[in-house]
């Protein structure tokens, strides 16, 4: 079975730009979660959404968004971008409710750089 | 709040060695607790996990035992291996659900 997959892999953006995140979770797997990785950090939490809804929110500006889709791939939306925006985007799905201390399963990532 | 406290590395093993690397925590309400292995390039993988207090965790050789009285959940294996080489994780989530609390990571080099 496939894990959750993200794309795209890398992207180089500049400052002031806005970017596209996307996440497929697990089949059958109806919560996404979104956090940052700083290099040589632990992920920080962004976003977690449950069927369609925002179940969870972190401690990001108002230029981070997010949505999910009735098929529960979800999007990450970063706009007027920062240097400081520079990290490791993960998504991470989970089976349950968000409320059932499920595993969270995690992809590869998206190594976002800016410039 | 919520919170995961990891011992600092990075850690240097030699082959067959002993590991330990320390983990607490503080949560409000009851938490489940995690490790997680980062290898390079890679998103994070679940290591093992223990939903309750004396629950011990385990899987390839490591295990970490849920002790409620010292809110701890070191990280042990008996016998490193090269391929061991990873940052690993400590994380929580309390039942609120909302959200995983990971620690700083600890990277762990086992050299041959």
């Known amino acids: 079975d496939a894990g959750v997959t993200q794309s795209p892999t890398h992207l180089i953006k500049t400052r002031g730009q806005h970017v596209t995140l996307r996440c497929s979770p697990i089949?059958?797997?109806?919560?996404v979660s979104w956090y940052q990785q700083v290099l040589g950090q632990g992920p920080q939490f962004i976003f977690q959404?449950?069927?369609?809804?925002?179940?969870g929110r972190g401690n990001f500006p108002d230029r981070f968004s997010a949505r999910q889709f009735p098929n529960y791939s979800s999007e990450l939306n970063v706009n007027a971008l920062l240097l400081g925006d520079s990290a490791l985007y993960l998504c991470?799905?989970?089976?349950?409710?968000?409320?059932?201390?499920?595993?969270?399963?995690f992809g590869d990532g998206t190594r976002l750089s800016i410039l | 709040g919520n919170s995961v406290t990891q011992m600092e590395g990075p850690v240097t093993l030699s082959e067959e060695a002993f590991l330990t690397i320390n983990c607490t925590y503080t949560?409000?309400?009851?938490?489940?607790l995690f490790w997680y292995v980062q290898y390079p390039g890679e998103g994070l993988q679940l290591l093992l996990k223990?939903?309750?207090?004396?629950d011990k965790g385990s899987n390839k050789g490591f295990e970490a035992t849920y002790r409620k009285e010292t809110t701890s959940f070191h990280l042990e294996k008996g016998s490193v291996q090269v391929s061991d080489s990873a940052v690993y994780f400590c994380?929580?989530?309390?039942?609120?659900?909302?959200?995983?609390?990971f620690g700083t990571g600890t990277s762990l080099t086992v050299i041959p």
């Open positions: 991470a799905s989970s089976s349950g409710r968000p409320w059932d201390n499920q595993p969270q399963h």
């Open positions: 089949s059958g797997h109806k919560s």
């Open positions: 959404y449950y069927e369609k809804e925002e179940r």
């Open positions: 949560a409000t309400g009851y938490p489940s």
């Open positions: 223990a939903t309750k207090a004396d």
């Open positions: 994380a929580l989530s309390v039942n609120t659900g909302n959200q995983f609390y």
